[in-house]
């Protein structure tokens, strides 16, 4: 089995997420897609009760991004959005996610 990347940075380019990897690589996502992946309480109990993703305005902007210990970010959007916390393992399942699409 293939090592799994390690993240070697997270950041903002171009208003964009940016999470660069131990191999060079980089995967960018837009604030609204990340916003739309909260894992938070409040947007999970939005998607069993609606069973879809929380609304969110594509125009939203990433306005913060606070490291939680060694393990995890938590991103500040312009909604006034704050309560999740982003897991850098949860963040490596999106760029698979995108990979397996992609192909």
Known sequence: MAE???LASIGKHEGQLELVWSDGSRSLFTPAE???RCKCSQCQSTRLST???PQVDPAVALLEIRPIGAYAVQ???SDGHERGIFPYEYLAGWVQEAEGRAR
């Open 4 to 6: 799994a990347r390690q």
């Open 34 to 36: 990340a916003r739309e």
């Open 51 to 53: 069973g879809q993703d």
């Open 75 to 77: 991103l500040v959007f």
